[in-house]
């Protein structure tokens, strides 16, 4: 059994507000009584992209557990990579590819510098190809990026989704170890289906989406933070929990 946690959305600034939303998801997990095969963030890290923003995403986000990141629409890569990553600042997708817990996690970067919807450029597709073909039959892998490929019935997040997801649908359906697609964006947990994989949506640490039948249909930053906990079980069925932070 692998046991993941998955949050998304922490839009850190510099703010306080932001600041003890994030640390008190980061003070739950560290209270678990024991350790998640990994924690994994889909996306929008920082709010403006500044290497400040991610200095505190650094300090913020550092764990006795495995952190896995991917960039989002709000995040710029030439900051992420120097600062996150210790590496030298490029344009290019920041793609990873991480173990853990027996599994593989392929972080991939759905940005579009400049634009909020989402795409995976070529050369994180060619990327990812070559990554499942190298990765055992008998060995999970979940492929995480920001976006979200499909509709989730909110004009407010569709009109930003993922494009171009038949590429990717097409990709997937070769590879039977991808057990699950995870993502973020949407600032509300959601839960379908892609590709004939498990889709799953974090909530947002910042703030919730509020749906179109709900009183509102925008962003509210005063309900507390959530995340979720995903669990495969020896039978790669995938179970889904979303909890609120207190």
């Known amino acids: 059994m692998i046991v993941l946690a998955h949050l998304s959305d922490t839009h850190l600034d510099g703010s306080e507000h932001r600041a003890a939303r ?12 024991g350790p998640v095969a990994a924690v994994l963030v889909t996306g929008d890290l920082a709010d403006h992209g500044t290497p400040a ?21 709000h995040d710029v890569r030439e900051s992420y990579r120097s600062v996150l990553l210790g590496e030298r600042a490029g344009g290019g997708p ?20 400049g634009r909020d919807e989402g795409y995976l450029d070529d050369e994180t597709l060619a990327w990812l190809g070559d990554a499942l073909a190298a990765t055992d039959a008998d060995t999970p892998v ?21 494009r171009g997801e038949e590429r990717l ?52 930053y005063d309900l507390p933070p959530a995340i979720a906990f995903h669990v495969l079980d020896d039978d790669r069925r995938l179970t889904t929990h979303y909890r609120v932070v207190p």
């Open 22 to 33: 994030a640390k008190r998801v980061l003070d739950y997990l560290t209270d678990l009584p």
């Open 53 to 73: 923003e991610y200095e505190e995403v650094r300090k913020t986000l550092a764990s006795a557990n495995p952190v896995f990141t991917c960039p989002g629409n």
């Open 94 to 113: 920041v793609n990873r590819l991480h173990h853990a817990g027996g599994a593989v996690f392929a972080m991939c970067d759905s940005s579009i510098p």
């Open 142 to 162: 979940f492929v995480c990026f920001h976006h979200p490929p499909v509709r989730l019935h909110s004009p407010f997040i569709d009109g930003t989704r993922q």
């Open 169 to 220: 649908a097409a990709l997937l359906a070769r590879y039977p170890q991808v057990v699950a697609v995870l993502c973020g964006h949407a600032h509300t947990g959601a839960a379908s289906s892609f590709a004939g994989k498990p889709l799953r949506v974090a909530p947002g640490v910042v703030s919730t989406l509020k749906l179109p039948w709900e009183h509102r249909d925008d962003l509210d």
